[in-house]
C-alpha cells in the first residue's frame, strides 16, 4: 500500500459509531482517533456520550477530553494535534481509525481547512451584539438568507457556529458554503469513510432512548455542577443548553427533554445531509453482523490496494 489507511467512521448521531470504532480497531490492532468536538471537554461526560470507562479501556482512545472547558480550542487547532498524532501512530501501524461526529472536524483532518477571508473583529462584535439583543433565532433567519446551503447543515442551536459562518459570509461577501469546496490539501494517508445507516424512524427511537438513559445516568447533575460556566462555548450544546432553561425556571422537566430529544433529532438529519454528500461513503446497515461489517471493511481495503499497484 503506497500510504496509510485512515478508517473514518461517520453517522448520525446514536448508531453505534463508538462501537464500530472500536470493533475495527481490535480486528486491525490499531487505536481510536476521535473527531467530535463535544467529547473533548472534561466534565461532559454524560450530555455528550463520552465512550464507557469499558469501552476506552477496550482500546487506546485519543482527543476524548483531553481539554477544559476554558480553554479555547478550535477546528484548526484539533486539525494540528490529529495530524501530528496520526504521523505518530503511522510510523507503527499501516491503519488508524478515526470516529467522527463532527463533520467539520473530520473533513479538516482529511482535506484539510478551507482558505478563509480575513474578518475584522467588528463584525464579530456586531454579530455577538446581534445574538444578545434579538436571540439565536435572529442568527438563524440571517444565515437562511445568506447561505441557505449551510442553513441546512449547520448545528442551529450553536451560536459559535452560527457566528462563524455569518461572519465569513459578510467578510468575504460570499456564502460560507462556498468556501468549503476548495482543493483537498496532501495528505500522508488515505481515508476511507465508514457510514453507518438506518432508517430515520430507528435513529430517532435511538436519540429518544438515548436521552432517557442519559437522564437516568444523572445528566440533570452533571447540568447543574456546569451552570455557573454556561455562558462558555464548549456548553452551548444540545443537552446542556435545555436543562440551563429548566433550571431557570422557563419550563418543566418534562419539555426540557422533550426539547433535548427534538433538538438532537434536529442536528441527527443536518449531520445525514452533511455524510450524503459524500459519495465516498461505504454505508453499512447499523444492525448488520460485526463480521460482516468487518468483511465489507476489508474488502474496501483490499479495493484501495488494489488501485494503487
Known amino acids: 500500500m503506497s500510504k496509510k489507511v485512515l478508517l473514518t467512521v461517520v453517522g448520525p448521531t446514536a448508531i453505534g459509531k463508538t462501537a464500530l470504532g472500536i470493533l475495527l480497531a481490535k480486528h486491525f490492532d490499531t487505536e481510536i482517533l476521535s473527531a467530535d468536538s463535544r467529547q473533548f471537554f472534561k466534565g461532559l461526560e454524560i450530555g455528550t456520550a463520552v465512550p464507557s470507562k469499558e469501552e476506552l479501556l477496550a482500546v487506546p482512545h485519543h482527543f476524548i477530553q483531553h481539554r477544559n472547558i476554558f480553554d479555547p480550542y478550535s477546528v484548526g487547532d484539533f486539525e494540528k494535534e490529529a495530524l501530528a498524532l496520526l504521523n505518530v501512530m503511522f510510523r507503527k501501524r499501516d491503519i488508524a481509525v478515526m470516529v467522527g461526529g463532527s463533520g467539520l472536524y473530520v473533513d479538516a483532518v482529511i482535506n484539510?481547512?478551507?482558505?478563509f477571508p480575513d474578518?475584522?473583529?467588528?463584525?464579530?462584535?456586531?454579530?455577538?451584539?446581534?445574538?444578545?439583543?434579538?436571540?439565536?433565532?435572529?442568527?438563524?433567519?440571517e444565515?437562511?438568507?445568506?447561505?441557505?446551503?449551510?442553513?441546512?447543515?449547520?448545528?442551529?442551536d450553536n451560536p459559535?457556529?452560527?457566528?462563524?459562518a455569518l461572519e465569513v459570509c459578510i467578510a468575504g461577501d460570499s456564502p460560507y458554503s462556498s468556501y468549503l469546496n476548495q482543493k483537498k490539501a496532501e495528505r500522508f494517508f488515505e481515508a476511507i469513510y465508514i457510514?453507518?445507516?438506518?432508517?430515520?424512524?430507528?435513529?430517532?427511537?435511538?436519540?429518544?432512548?438515548?436521552?432517557?438513559?442519559?437522564?437516568?445516568?444523572?445528566?440533570?447533575?452533571?447540568?447543574?455542577?456546569?451552570?455557573?460556566?454556561?455562558?462558555?462555548?464548549?456548553?452551548?450544546?444540545?443537552?446542556?443548553k435545555e436543562l440551563f432553561e429548566y433550571l431557570d425556571g422557563h419550563y418543566p422537566?418534562?419539555?426540557?427533554?422533550?426539547?433535548?430529544?427534538?433538538?438532537?433529532?434536529?442536528?441527527?438529519?443536518?449531520?445525514?445531509?452533511?455524510?450524503r454528500k459524500n459519495e465516498s461513503i461505504l454505508w453499512i446497515p447499523y444492525n448488520l453482523e460485526p463480521d460482516k461489517m468487518i468483511k465489507l471493511v476489508t474488502d474496501r481495503l483490499k479495493s484501495l490496494q488494489h488501485a494503487a499497484q
Open 143 to 156: 444565515l437562511k438568507v445568506r447561505d441557505p446551503d449551510y442553513y441546512k447543515m449547520v448545528d442551529l
Open 253 to 275: 422537566l418534562e419539555h426540557a427533554v422533550s426539547e433535548i430529544k427534538k433538538n438532537t433529532r434536529r442536528f441527527a438529519k443536518r449531520q445525514l445531509t452533511w455524510l
Open 195 to 240: 457510514g453507518l445507516d438506518a432508517p430515520r424512524e430507528v435513529i430517532y427511537e435511538r436519540i429518544n432512548l438515548r436521552v432517557d438513559l442519559m437522564m437516568e445516568a444523572g445528566l440533570l447533575e452533571e447540568v447543574k455542577k456546569l451552570s455557573p460556566y454556561r455562558d462558555l462555548n464548549a456548553l452551548k450544546t444540545v443537552g446542556y
Open 119 to 141: 474578518v475584522e473583529p467588528i463584525i464579530r462584535h456586531n454579530l455577538n451584539q446581534k445574538l444578545k439583543s434579538n436571540g439565536l433565532i435572529s442568527l438563524q433567519e
Open 160 to 164: 459559535h457556529r452560527l457566528i462563524r
Open 112 to 115: 484539510g481547512l478551507n482558505d
